[in-house]
């Protein structure tokens, strides 16, 4: 049995130094008055239209987006190195994206295998040949981090295809500053709000050379995808269109336009919220609605840029993942900053003679099949079930992997009124164009069962603001500027402000 | 930056589908307290006098219907299902707004999700008179809050131009249902003297009645400063310049819009021809006689500028 790792407070439940001053604020709140702000947050967000979208019953519902009035804390030293370790690990995807579909140098030195590839579901034939600006494919990705007993941050999965969550840190954010106004000002937590500002330059700069000020479209399924929300909230803040395939047509110039009360408009970037396979009717599969005939040409054209890049996920492919610190190693020639979690690939002699061995300490994955399917928990397995799944990784090793179990750390939460911890984990979000910029944070979800390991908010998960909080003894600037005597003297009269 | 014509569709139908919830709120607000005022203990005129409001937001036929107050307010407001009601139009332009999110200024959307919740909530309270007034007045507050929102924080751009058509189109039809409806049954009941009532006391209360279902009162007495007279109102109602709910001034702040806005010809031609025809009808609202014709062919005309708006603006691809 495991004991669980609180961010925000000690073995003894004393706060930890960057949650001293959220701890005392508590303290003095007092329980009413803590559930009173929950509430107000809660009622902010009914108001505020800030949601999500279920699919249950046959009924797509607009659900209020769940969310926890304690934030989470982390550290600003350790944040940074989290911080460099993201900007590393998305540098290392995005060039072995495009080694992938021009030289495939990784394969021929023989250190990714040919095979993988071959059986991959998201590798796009029809990208091969191509280089995207700045050879960037996944300019925005979401990468899944969990925090392990030990304190450290791993890597659990990628998210270079349509990532989502971005809009509810910003969104978080913004109740969570009325919720605790007493907090913000004293304390040095970094802002998240620049984010928009920031996935406009990216997005900006994929436009065709020659054009100053892009018209950037953000491409949606509609209002039934679940992530509607920030797809509109995402094109509001950038001053972006937000269009659906049927409003984008692309002309006999290959150039995409879209249609507007004034004619046809062209279209300079698009931020797409399909996935790839709906992207492109002529060229992916031929019954999507949600896509725009044409649009792979005008990409292959240069008179559009598309972000992410069709063909981008091939690298969250999960096999992929078991690669990734050989990938950093031999595009970057460094060590892995940001730790995977370790995977044992029972292709390899020795690796899985080491599974074998300690079977009863890992889980065991099926590399192709998704959503928890064929997994072994080796501490929770009976000795038979060890001995099937032993068997099953000698008959066809290349099928799996194994890797340790780890334990998500916790965070104290609201549950009926009462602080409890509950398990977290974090989606930071990436950019990378030119440059490369890691939000401050993430999107903190938290699973509100005890016990529970599941943070989705389609299942009953709920989520957090997440400070990353610098310890430079508070706020030491210049004092705040005054009107001069002079000025402020002049006829204010007993109601005045002066 | 251009507006995508789907954008362009649904800005322009919150506009209409808001105005409609805040007209009708209006109309169903002052009926009832017209009832107040007129108080009847005859069971054969009350069975009837909730017909004339079914009336005005659908078709004449309802005139010859028997209806409850309860049926016509669960028809005209409560009913989320009713084509039409209250609970449907803000439903429906809340809808509209959720998907045009990026185009209007955030407060807008706001406003609007908010009094959405609203009468989710307490819509159905409607029935009972003494808070009806408490849910009709918030959906006419609201409404008029959102268009200050927009009015004082919004860019004047072809959205812009699309709202303030949706809302001056369905005003200019309400106002022309309502004078058609109401101020003709109540000039043709003026025409018959035999009547056993007393025309002065009650025609006056009704015709105010009239006047306030627009929020027309006030405004009325300031230009006219003469007695409430039957033509009168009608004429203020439909050609005055400066009322902002005349059908006139409605149709003229339509073609202001269209100044501002591109490709305009076909759209402008059906506003000219409504007007034209609008000013042609004055001979009718001295005595009322055909003034319910002519309200219809007004109307139709109406919804003829809306045709050439949903073509020339609204369809995508449309040339």
């Not at chain 1, 500002?197 to 000020?213: R, T, W, Y």
């Not at chain 1, 799996?400 to 930071?428: C, F, K, Y």
């Not at chain 1, 610098?470 to 005597?485: A, R």
């Not at chain 2, 005859?42 to 309860?70: I, K, M, Q, T």
């Amino acid at each position: 049995m495991t004991v669980d790792v609180d961010e925000l407070l000690t073995d003894d439940g004393a706060p930890r130094p960057a949650a001293t001053a959220l701890w005392e604020l508590l303290d003095e709140l007092g329980p009413e008055e803590i559930l009173a702000r929950q509430q107000a947050t809660e009622l902010d967000i009914l108001t505020m239209g800030i949601t999500f979208t279920v699919y249950s019953d046959g009924e797509n519902i607009d659900r209020a987006w769940p969310f926890d009035v304690v934030p989470r804390i982390i550290p600003g030293d350790e944040w940074n190195q989290v911080q460099l370790g993201l900007h590393q690990r998305l540098r290392a995807v995005n060039m072995f994206i495009d080694d992938l579909y021009n030289d495939q140098r990784i394969i021929a030195e023989g250190v990714f295998p040919a095979d993988l590839l071959e059986e991959s579901v998201n590798f796009r034939p029809e990208c091969v040949g191509f280089h995207p600006k700045f050879g960037v494919w996944a300019h925005i990705s979401g990468s899944d981090l969990v925090k392990d007993d030990d304190g450290t941050f791993y890597v659990l999965e990628d998210n270079l295809r349509v990532p989502s969550g971005v809009s509810y840190v910003l969104e978080n954010r913004a109740v969570t500053k009325r919720a605790f106004p007493e907090l913000f000002g004293k304390n040095q937590i970094r802002p998240v709000d620049s984010y928009t500002d920031e996935l406009n330059k990216v997005l900006s700069s994929l436009a065709p050379d020659g054009v100053i000020e892009p018209t950037i479209a953000v491409l949606t399924p509609g209002i039934f995808n679940s992530a509607y929300f920030e797809h509109s909230f995402l094109a509001q803040r950038m001053g972006a269109e937000l269009v659906e395939g049927g409003d984008l047509v692309v002309g006999d110039d290959d150039c995409v336009y879209m249609h507007t009360v004034e004619g046809r408009e062209r279209v300079h970037v698009i931020y797409r919220r399909i996935d790839d396979l709906f992207l492109d009717p002529e060229v992916f599969r031929s019954d999507s609605l949600l896509g725009v005939s044409g649009l792979m040409r005008a990409w292959k054209a240069g008179n559009v840029g598309i972000a992410n890049a069709p063909g981008a996920g091939v690298a969250d492919d999960k096999c992929v993942y078991a690669w990734m610190p050989d990938i950093i190693r031999f595009y970057l020639g460094e060590e892995p900053k940001i730790a995977n979690v370790p995977t044992y690939r029972c292709m390899y002699d020795d690796e899985r003679e080491y599974v074998l061995e300690h079977l009863d300490e890992l889980v065991m994955k099926p590399a192709n099949e998704s959503g928890g399917y064929g997994i072994t928990i080796g501490s929770r397995a009976t000795e038979e079930e060890l001995t099937a799944c032993a068997q099953a990784i000698l008959d066809d090793p290349r099928n799996w992997v194994a890797q340790p179990i780890i334990n998500l750390s916790t965070v104290p939460t609201l549950i009926d009124g009462e602080m409890q911890s509950r398990h977290v984990d974090l989606r930071p979000f990436i950019l990378t164009g030119e440059h490369s910029y890691v939000t401050a944070g993430g999107l903190t979800r938290v699973a509100l069962k005890e016990g529970s390991l599941i943070v989705n908010s389609s299942q009953g998960g709920g989520s957090k603001d997440t400070w990353i909080v610098d310890d430079n003894g508070g706020w030491n600037g210049p004092p705040p500027q005054t009107q001069s005597q002079a000025q402020g003297s002049l006829d204010v009269g007993p109601e005045g402000i002066g | 930056m251009a507006l995508l014509s789907r954008n362009a569709d649904r800005i322009f139908w919150a506009a209409r589908y808001l105005e409609r919830a805040e007209d009708t709120s209006r109309l169903v607000q002052e009926f009832g307290e017209l009832f107040d005022d007129m108080p009847s203990d005859d069971p054969n005129e009350n069975a009837f006098r909730w017909a004339p409001l079914l009336a005005v937001c659908g078709s004449r036929e309802f005139l010859a219907r028997e209806a409850s107050e309860r049926e016509v307010v669960d028809a005209l407001v409560c009913d989320p299902e009713t084509e039409g009601s209250v609970a449907q139009c803000v439903a429906a332009a809340r809808s509209n707004l959720r998907t045009t999110r990026e185009v209007l200024p955030r407060e807008a959307w706001h406003a609007v999700n908010d009094l959405s919740m609203f009468v989710e909530a307490e819509g159905a309270r409607a029935r009972d008179r003494r808070f009806r007034g408490h849910v009709l007045g918030r959906v006419a507050n609201d409404s008029r809050r959102l268009d200050g929102i927009l009015t004082s924080s919004m860019n004047r751009d072809a959205a812009w131009q699309m709202w303030r058509m949706g809302r001056y189109l369905e005003r200019a039809d309400m106002t022309t249902r309502v004078v058609g409806v109401r101020a003709a049954v109540l000039m043709a009941q003026a025409a018959k003297p035999d009547e056993p009532r007393d025309p002065l006391r009650y025609d006056e209360v009704q015709w105010m009645g009239v006047l306030r279902s627009l929020s027309a009162l006030q405004m009325y007495q300031r230009s006219t400063r003469g007695p409430i007279e039957a033509s009168t109102v009608v004429q203020f109602l439909l050609f005055d310049a400066g009322f902002p709910r005349s059908v006139r001034f409605c149709l003229d702040e339509i073609d202001r819009s269209l100044d501002q806005l591109t490709r305009t010809d076909s759209v402008r031609a059906a506003v000219r021809e409504a007007r034209d025809a609008l000013m042609s009808t004055m001979a009718t609202t001295t005595d009322g006689s055909d003034l319910d014709q002519a309200m219809d062919w007004v109307q139709s005309l109406i919804g003829k500028v809306n045709g050439a708006i949903t073509d020339r603006y609204l369809s995508v691809g449309a040339h």
